[in-house]
């Protein structure tokens, strides 16, 4: 009964946040330099048209898409929209927003998922071997490793597995989605960057686990080391780690949206690309408004994991409540 009492409290304060956010897009993209009508019609350019034509025909386009409505009466028309669960029609498709994201949020779920997977088989033990070895060799490889893995950027590093793993060795393909080959490029550029980021702050949290009483009188008893750091030490050490999972998936959501442009993977990531050039925005406004609907849920359910794993929480509710 409280998880739930904190559940509808924590969607009752974001829900300004939310409000705010959406104010927010919604502004600054009229600050945008460019016509959205003008970019519609230029794509579908008469080279027998002329100059005049194509402002009359923005003109009427513009009247068309409500773009010569007041701006609050543009974003009050939204904000209804969006509270029915209408997320508009595209500009340049004429087709609604929902249905053209569904098509492609299976693809960006799948490099996410793969890129997860890759972050946690190299972030946990290279995070782990780093504590344990502390200023051995072992430490300073993982360190190195991981500082390279944090200074270098995500696009860069994907040209360069395109280069050397599909270009030189031809391992992998290097574009599209088809088979689990088509993945493993996205997956290990985006993965990557993120495990560095999280090797680092898991082995600075074991060292301070490490330093507690607790665990030297673990050590006095004579444990095994294994059962030390695993059963032990490492419950402990995932605190600070499972904090900052909201910012890892929003890496992975914000990095998705490059990385799907460099390898041409048909995600929410490069429609969001081809909607930005193209001025499309009530595309752009629904993605922003997803993303930041995402990062609150995923924000409340790390809340909930963190009570579940620092008992000192439930116990500070239990005095209060």
Known sequence: MKILRY??????????????????????????????????????FDPGATVTDLHVDAAILRKQLGLDEPFVIQYLSWLMEVATGNLGTSFRSRSPIIDELWMRVPATLELAGAALVVMLVIALPSGIAGAVFHRRPTDHMTRFIALIGVSVPNFFLGLVLIYVLSYQLGWFPTLGRGSWSNLVLPALTLGTGLAATTSRLLRTSLLEVFSKRYMVLAEAKGLPRSVIVFKHALRNALIPVVTSFGMVVGGLLGGAVIIETVFSWPGVGRYVVDAINGRDYPVIQAFALLMAVAYVLINVLIDLVYRFLDPRVRIEEGTHG
Do not use: E
Not at 10 to 36: E, H, N, Q, Y
């Open 7 to 44: 559940l509808i409290f924590r969607l009752a304060v974001t829900l300004p946040v939310l409000l705010g956010v959406t104010l927010l897009i919604f502004s600054l993209l009229r600050f945008i330099p460019g016509d959205p009508a003008q970019m519609i019609l230029l794509t579908m």
